[in-house]
């Protein structure tokens, strides 16, 4: 595809519920990265994959929050037992390098806890 | 973004006037330094970025400039257009913090 895309584009769960939210990057590009985006905020930094391995999670918030990647493509973010405070976008990015460097967002998906 | 502060949070300018936004940082292994311009509804696009060992860069009406000793750097926008409103997020990125963006700034072009 030409871009990053994410699907849903929007997404309404109720609260304890569990969502997944799905990314596809820029084909080929090895590195892949999901953000927290609040209202009105700056993106917050939730996890990084290089190809299929998950380096960096420490900015996930708790452990209701997943993310996996495994065939170094997709990428799914899975968030369990959803709760108010998580109602946020969230935000991909891929890169065609290791490292940082330039970051190719999708246009995220909106999620509303209830 | 709390370790990247970005300042103002809400510009407003006349169209055709030119735009500074400034980010200061604290880590100084940070060497990756790019703006990124977010529109309503939309991911955040990269305009223009900087690495540390360059003290400035520019792209038609838009520049970066860097201060590594004062740890902060800039985003000028010049010659302003109505198509230049949206907000704009400063990033910095291959220190010990992490991938990190500023607050973003609000840039309102009054026609």
């Known amino acids: 595809g030409a871009g990053v895309s994410q699907s849903p584009r929007y997404k309404v769960a109720k609260r304890g519920q569990d969502v997944a939210l799905r990314c596809d990057p820029i084909?080929?590009?090895?590195?892949l990265f999901w953000y927290q985006q609040a209202l009105g905020q700056g993106p917050e930094f939730l996890t990084y994959?290089?190809?299929?391995?998950?380096?960096?999670k420490s900015g996930l918030p708790s452990d209701r929050f997943f993310a996996e990647r495994p065939e170094g493509s997709v990428s799914t973010l899975k968030i369990q037992r959803t709760q108010q405070e998580d109602s946020a976008v969230y935000l991909c990015a891929s890169s065609s390098t290791l490292g940082v460097d330039t970051q190719y967002f999708g246009p995220g998906t909106r999620l509303t806890v209830l | 973004g709390e370790n990247v502060e970005q300042h103002p949070s809400t510009l407003s300018v006349q169209e055709g006037d030119s735009a500074v936004i400034k980010c200061t940082y604290s880590?100084?292994?940070?060497?990756?330094f790019p703006w990124y311009k977010q529109e309503l509804g939309k991911g955040p696009q990269l305009i223009i970025d900087?690495?540390?060992?360059?003290g400035e860069k520019k792209d038609q009406r838009i520049a970066v400039t860097l201060n590594k000793t004062a740890k902060h750097f800039s985003l000028h926008i010049t010659e302003t257009q109505p198509e230049d409103s949206a907000v704009y997020f400063c990033?910095?990125?291959?220190?010990?913090?992490?991938?990190?963006f500023g607050k973003g700034t609000h840039l309102i072009i009054q026609p």
């Open positions: 994959f290089q190809n299929e391995a998950q380096l960096d």
């Open positions: 990033f910095e990125g291959g220190g010990a913090d992490g991938l990190t």
């Open positions: 084909s080929g590009h090895v590195s």
């Open positions: 900087i690495r540390s060992n360059v």
């Open positions: 880590d100084s292994a940070s060497n990756y």
